[in-house]
């Protein structure tokens, strides 16, 4: 599982689980009768100790949160990957640009069926959107399209102009730094002659 090699990667294991930071405990009998002639153990290291143990705590707790909800993104993207790749094409690796893919591959081979059963994420996406239908079936359709009317399109309408004022603003950031790099060379062209 990814989540687990991701976990195991940034997860370290509990203080309190470092030998370390275990206190010796005689397990026979012989070692109970023995112990009691042995000096007192050296002390715990400083990280054993609260609050370093709790901090430690703290910060496992905020690491399985975050990599809960970063898998999330991930499923998400890998999901949508499949029907972007599909409706708008694929990106040039060498101008940068969006190519739109010729139509036998796009439908034929390997086709957008495929590319659904091959998804990883498809088991996820499907029963969210199973789930999400049984709650509107018990909601009832009627209330759940006036909600999504009531809430949902505003939001998707603010979202949209969002996205569509950064991309003007991108495109005309694009045609300024033209304009200026062609009254550079213009300069430079004058300045030599």
């Given at each position: 599982n990814y989540?687990?090699?991701v976990s195991l990667a940034l997860k370290p294991d509990s203080v309190t689980e470092w030998p370390e930071c275990q206190e010796w405990e005689p397990e026979t009998v012989l070692e109970r009768l023995t112990a009691r002639f042995h000096s007192k153990a050296a002390p715990l290291p400083w990280y054993?100790?609260?609050?370093?143990a709790s901090l430690q705590t703290y910060y496992r707790k905020v690491v399985d949160f975050l990599i809960d909800e970063f898998m999330i993104v991930v499923s998400v993207v890998c999901f949508l990957d499949v029907f972007v790749t599909f409706f708008t094409g694929e990106i040039d690796q060498n101008?940068?640009?969006l190519v739109p893919k010729p139509f036998f591959v796009r439908w034929i081979?390997?086709?957008l069926l495929l590319q659904l059963l091959v998804n990883p994420y498809i088991g996820v996406v499907s029963k969210a959107v199973f789930s999400a239908a049984q709650h509107t079936y018990?909601?009832?359709?009627v209330r759940v399209l006036r909600w999504c009317i009531a809430v949902v399109v505003p939001c998707l309408y603010f979202v949209a102009t969002l996205i569509m004022k950064g991309v003007q603003k991108a495109e005309l950031d694009r045609s300024l730094i033209e304009y200026?790099?062609?009254q550079q060379?213009?300069?430079s062209s004058t300045f030599f002659t």
């Open positions: 989540r687990d090699v054993c100790n609260e609050p370093f101008t940068g640009e081979l390997p086709g018990q909601l009832g359709p200026q790099l062609k060379r213009r300069r």
